[in-house]
């Protein structure tokens, strides 16, 4: 077996994926293992767990492949370590820990570094190799768009076979990455990987702003591909924003300038009230990102003459743009693979080691996002017994059942009735969506179920959506676009007929973001919905991540955990189904 790891190290999103014989194995962010949301520096924990994925003992690993290529735009760099002292300073301490990231490698798994090779992908590219050698299309049009990475913030080229062939980039400073998060932080959401919420916040306004976002974002048509920042309104061209990436939750620094808050009055206060103005901002920015990334992509149609798309980068999770290439470019098909983001950089340096470097044949295409850690009936038990005081104090009945159709029948009945489920199966996803196997499930037909899990599960923002799973069979009767969306990353219109029919699941603007499901991808999840549109004409489930303000669970433990403390009804954690007194109107013996 030749096998590879692939790494995201000292930045956001830390992840490691291992790929054996050109074929994905196991990956799995950071974050999930230490449980701090945007974990950064070395994915220790990550590593070892792809490693024992995949039968490995620590020292058989070889080939560590690095999404950074410190020789990427070097003049750029600097010249702006020149302007920017501290910046250089910053720049060379990370420098150095990417110089010995054999030895952390070793650290990690107790192997020693010696025996490690490590090959180094520039960011954009291992972007590009992370959505197209994954994909099913053996050529497609390539885009990678985010804040920034090795000083470039957008590529775009074409994937042929085992070869990705950049045609362009734009580099810093100019980002619609940096954009978008500067007005994030600027309307009061200054954590790092907020940007969704003003996404989520646009639908409830107006682009009343859109003239001058037009005159921040410069983006010429006429089948170009570059774009650029305003300098009047963003600092991080003159001086370095502050940022930790060398280890927990990242942070980064105030990104707008005064003539943000000239052209548009004080910022937001986090936690302030929202007002139209704040609603109007977020929808002119969400509409000024659309207008930059889809005329982009028609251009690059244009300029490659293809019909296939994959997209990657930071903002490739904006589901709103997404579900709108189709609609509005010539792309006929389009492949985002579930950790678009920069935990995709882990697969996407993998894979660009495997197809570049070595030169092997493409063995792989990502049908499904279960790549991260399971556990057995065993491990279960364990963790049942262990909180089995707990239990017993909350009156909670605990019960294995005989087989998966009384699990699913039992199950869509709990959700029928109105219940709030959390839902444990098999392997965890990989990217920041909850497919099914880690997440929370209730009855999309009952709009007064968002205020309860937006305020007693999920303690969060009441405008948030939330999303609907959907048998693929079903979606063209509920949805105006029926192109499949098995990661959770396109927004389509809900058919007008149906939306009072899944009101929990249908946004203020009459959008849904949805996740398709077929036996193939998740058999069990898939089984589940099919019974729940049984026993209620409806072959749709609300969808949000068996979280609170945390990663996704990964442990049996931390789903426990999160029950306990949480207003959840029932707790399926593979065959084993845990229900609260007050919710099955009796107790059982625990």
């Known amino acids: 077996m030749y096998g590879i790891a692939g790494i995201n190290a000292y930045h956001g999103d830390a992840s490691t994926a291992f790929i054996a014989d050109g074929r994905l194995v196991a990956a799995a962010e950071e974050e999930r293992f230490t449980r701090i949301k945007h974990c950064a520096g070395f994915p220790s924990q990550a590593l070892r767990y792809v490693v024992e994925a ?7 690993l070889e080939t560590l492949a690095v999404a ?35 030895a952390a490698a070793g650290d990690a798994l107790g192997s020693g570094p010696e025996r490690l090779k490590v090959v180094r992908v520039e960011h954009h590219r291992a972007h590009l190799a992370s959505a197209f050698f994954v994909s099913p299309f053996d050529e497609a049009a390539l885009f990678s768009v985010d804040g920034l990475g090795d000083f470039a913030s957008a590529m775009w080229g074409v994937g042929r076979g085992n070869r990705i062939e950049p045609l362009g980039a734009v580099s810093f400073p100019h980002s619609l990455g940096i954009f978008y998060t500067a007005l994030t932080q600027y309307l009061g959401f200054p954590k790092y990987g907020d940007e969704y919420k003003v996404m989520g916040l646009a639908s409830y306004g107006e682009p009343e702003f859109l003239e001058t976002f037009r005159k921040i974002v410069l983006a010429p048509n006429g089948g170009r591909m570059d774009f650029m920042l305003s300098p ?3 600092i991080h061209h003159r ?12 942070t980064l620094g ?27 901002l977020a929808s002119s920015t969400q509409r000024r990102l659309e207008e930059v990334v889809l005329e982009r992509l028609r251009t690059l149609q244009r300029i490659t003459g293809m019909r296939k798309l994959c997209l990657a980068g930071g903002v490739a999770y904006n589901c709103v743009t997404n579900g709108k290439i189709l609609e509005q470019t010539d792309f006929d098909e389009v492949y985002i693979q579930p950790a678009a983001g920069d935990a995709g950089l882990a697969i996407g340096a993998a894979f660009y080691a495997w197809c570049h470097v070595l030169g092997r044949r493409r063995e792989f295409v990502m049908e499904h996002a279960y790549w991260g850690p399971e556990f057995s009936a065993s491990q279960v038990r364990a963790a049942l017994e262990a909180r089995r005081g707990e239990l017993s104090q909350a009156a909670c009945r605990v019960r294995r059942l005989a087989n998966e159709d009384e699990l699913c029948r039992l199950t869509a009945e709990q959700i029928a009735q109105g219940k709030v489920v959390g839902w444990f199966q098999g392997r965890m996803e ?10 929370v499930l209730a009855d999309p037909r009952r709009a007064d179920i968002r205020e309860l899990l937006n305020l007693k599960i999920k303690r969060r923002e009441s405008f948030r959506p939330f999303a609907p799973s959907i048998l693929e069979e079903a979606m063209a009767d509920y949805f105006t676009q029926s192109y499949s969306s098995p990661f959770m990353l396109m927004a389509y219109d809900v058919r007008p007929q149906k939306r009072t029919v899944i009101p929990a699941t249908t946004h203020v603007d009459g959008t849904g973001r949805l996740q398709t499901v077929n036996p193939t991808q998740n058999p069990r999840y898939y089984k589940l919905i099919r019974e729940f549109g049984r026993q209620t004409g409806v072959p749709v489930l609300l969808n949000t991540s068996f979280n609170e303000n ?7 433990e931390e789903a426990l955990d999160c029950f306990l403390r949480t207003r959840m009804d029932v707790l399926v954690l593979g065959d084993t189904m845990v229900t609260r007194a007050d919710s099955a109107g009796q107790a059982g013996a625990v």
């Open 550 to 556: 945390e990663p996704v669970v990964c442990r049996p």
């Open 54 to 60: 995949a039968g490995l003992k620590p020292h058989e």
């Open 232 to 234: 009047d309104y963003f």
């Open 239 to 250: 001086a370095r924003a502050d940022m930790t990436w060398a280890s927990g939750e990242p």
């Open 68 to 102: 950074r290529d410190p020789w990427a735009r070097i003049w750029q760099k600097v010249m702006y370590g020149l302007r920017v002292p501290r910046a250089a300073a910053e720049r060379l301490s990370v420098q150095r820990r990417f110089a010995t990231i054999a």
């Open 254 to 280: 105030t990104l707008y300038s005064a003539g943000l808050t000239k052209a548009f009055g004080p910022a937001r206060e986090p936690n302030a009230p929202l007002t139209s103005r704040h609603h109007n």
């Open 430 to 439: 990989w990217g920041p969506r909850a497919l099914g196997n880690r997440s």
